[in-house]
C-alpha cells in the first residue's frame, strides 16, 4: 500500500497563488494531481512520470505547473492566476506501474474566492 501525505491548500483570492506538496512512502512511476468539485466527477489536473513525462488538463495549461523530487519522493503543484472555477477538493495520486491501480491522499481543500 501506498502512502500518500498531502500539504497546502486553503483560501486564496482569484488571481492568487498556492502551492500544493505531496510525499509518498516509496519511489512510484506516476504521481500527479486530480480535483473533485461538489457535484462533479473526479478530473484530473497534471501528473508527471519518473521520468518527467508530464500530462495536463486544458483548463488549467499555462497557470499550473507539476514537479518533482524523485529523491524525496516528492509531488509539487504549483497553481497561479487561480479562479473560482479552480475550487475543489486536490487529491495526491500514484501508481507504481501502468498496469497497478491509483492510490489517494486523503485530499485537501483549495478554494478561490471571487
Known amino acids: 500500500q501506498v502512502q500518500l501525505v498531502e500539504s497546502g491548500g486553503g483560501l486564496v483570492q482569484a488571481g492568487g497563488s498556492l502551492r500544493l506538496s505531496c510525499v509518498a512512502s516509496e519511489s512510484i512511476f506516476s504521481m500527479g494531481w486530480y480535483r473533485q468539485a461538489p457535484g462533479k466527477p473526479r478530473e484530473l489536473v497534471a501528473a508527471i512520470t519518473i521520468g518527467g513525462i508530464i500530462n495536463y488538463a486544458d483548463a488549467v495549461k499555462g497557470r499550473f505547473t507539476i514537479s518533482r523530487d524523485n529523491v524525496k519522493r516528492a509531488v509539487y503543484l504549483e497553481m497561479n492566476s487561480l479562479k473560482p472555477e479552480d475550487t475543489a477538493v486536490y487529491y495526491c495520486?500514484?501508481?507504481?506501474?501502468?498496469?497497478?491501480?491509483?492510490?489517494w491522499g486523503q485530499g485537501t481543500q483549495v478554494t478561490v474566492s471571487s
Open positions: 495520486s500514484g501508481r507504481r506501474d501502468l498496469a497497478s491501480p491509483y492510490y
